[in-house]
Nanobody, 124 residues
Framework: QVQLVESGGGLVQPGGSLRLSCVASGPTFSSSHMGWFRQAPGKEREFVARINWSDGRTYYADSVKGRFTISRDNAKNTVYLQMNSLRPEDTAVYYC?????????????????WGQGTQVTVSS
């Protein structure tokens, strides 16, 4: 079992940066693949980024590639999402998720555990 708590959201102007953190508790964090998803009002939850536990390989949605960076610190049981060059369309609730399943990294259904979410608002 893994429990996830996100933090770091807030209001930022277009072009600004934020770093989200997700602290995990539970014995299986170090062997879990970690992902970030987001959900805007009236839209479905969508994949943002993923990092594998085994080889550190990362995956990104095309919409955030080159602007967002996912990383993890197993010693701190924490995964990060560094978000740069933020745009109004990045506004959403951001969720951290964990899974031991290697496939379908972009599908919410592939993840077993979810945090409560943190709001990111990009507006001038």
């Amino acid at each position: 079992q893994v429990q996830l708590v996100e933090s770091g959201g807030g209001l930022v102007q277009p072009g600004g940066s934020l770093r989200l953190s997700c602290v995990a508790s539970g014995p299986t964090f170090s062997s879990s693949h970690m992902g970030w998803f987001r959900q805007a009002p009236g839209k479905e939850r969508e994949f943002v980024a993923r990092i594998n536990w085994s080889d550190g390989r990362t995956y990104y949605a095309d919409s955030v590639k080159g602007r967002f960076t996912i990383s993890r610190d197993n010693a701190k049981n924490t995964v990060y999402l560094q978000m740069n060059s933020l745009r109004p369309e990045d506004t959403a609730v951001y969720y951290c998720a964990a899974t031991t399943y290697s496939g379908n990294y972009y599908r919410p259904g592939a993840y077993d555990y979810w945090g409560q979410g943190t709001q990111v608002t990009v507006s001038s």
